[in-house]
Nanobody, 115 residues
Framework: QVQLVESGGGLVQAGGSLRLSCAAS????????MAWYRQAPGKQRELVAT???????NYADSVKGRFTISRDNAKNTVDLQMNSLEPGDTGVYYC?????????WGQGTQVTVSS
């Protein structure tokens, strides 16, 4: 059974940094893509950043230049380094993996940025 477990959320002041990590288990080969999404209170879940097995990355415009996604294909992990955090970055962050044409999700980790 595929499982994704996130860690690293917390409370930080505006301008600060956090690093989120996600580890995938129950898989045989590296997922085609891994991504981070977030959901703010009262809003829909939105894509933050993606990374493919081949090393391609993509970011939401709102986080470009501040967030960096990185993968370790050997360990099946994906991290999200978040710098210059803003109150608008507050939300629950979810790890997502596309594996054998199915999407899998983690339970989410809370990130709160105070002004």
């Amino acid at each position: 059974q595929v499982q994704l477990v996130e860690s690293g959320g917390g409370l930080v002041q505006a301008g600060g940094s956090l690093r989120l990590s996600c580890a995938a288990s129950g898989i045989i080969f590296s997922p085609k893509s891994m991504a981070w999404y977030r959901q703010a209170p009262g809003k829909q879940r939105e894509l933050v950043a993606t990374a493919t097995t081949g090393g391609s990355t993509n970011y939401a415009d709102s986080v470009k230049g501040r967030f960096t996604i990185s993968r370790d294909n050997a360990k099946n992990t994906v991290d999200l380094q978040m710098n210059s955090l803003e109150p608008g970055d507050t939300g629950v962050y979810y790890c997502q993996a596309n594996y054998r044409s199915r999407d899998y999700w983690g339970q989410g980790t809370q990130v709160t940025v105070s002004s």
